[in-house]
């Protein structure tokens, strides 16, 4: 669970952390522009988990549609 940044708290309103689609890869591009975007207080996300949900404010041809939920891995299963 990554909502909290290190800025903001969990401040829904205040979350700087982005997801914009990319169109030609079908992608979305994660991005914590700031220092005061960087995820914090992430649990034992460091030590035992896979996969986060992340939060960011998702962003598609400029335009922001709010704060959306993300199924990030974060490390590979196998190690």
Same mark, same amino acid.
């Given at each position: 669970?990554?909502?909290?940044?290190?800025?903001?708290?969990? !401040?829904?309103? &205040?979350?700087?952390?982005?997801?914009?689609?990319?169109?030609?890869?079908?992608?979305?591009?994660?991005?914590?522009?700031?220092?005061?975007?960087?995820?914090?207080?992430?649990? !034992?996300? &460091?030590?035992?988990? !896979?996969?986060?949900?992340? =939060?960011?404010?998702?962003?598609?041809?400029?335009?922001?549609?709010?704060?959306?939920? =993300?199924?990030?891995?974060?490390?590979?299963?196998?190690?």
């Amino acid at each position: 669970f990554a909502l909290t940044e290190l800025g903001h708290g969990s !401040n829904v309103q &205040g979350c700087e952390t982005t997801a914009t689609y990319d169109h030609s890869t079908r992608e979305f591009v994660l991005n914590s522009p700031t220092e005061t975007s960087i995820k914090f207080w992430i649990g !034992n996300l &460091g030590k035992t988990a !896979n996969m986060m949900v992340l =939060f960011a404010q998702l962003y598609v041809q400029d335009v922001c549609h709010g704060l959306h939920a =993300f199924v990030v891995p974060i490390r590979d299963r196998a190690t």
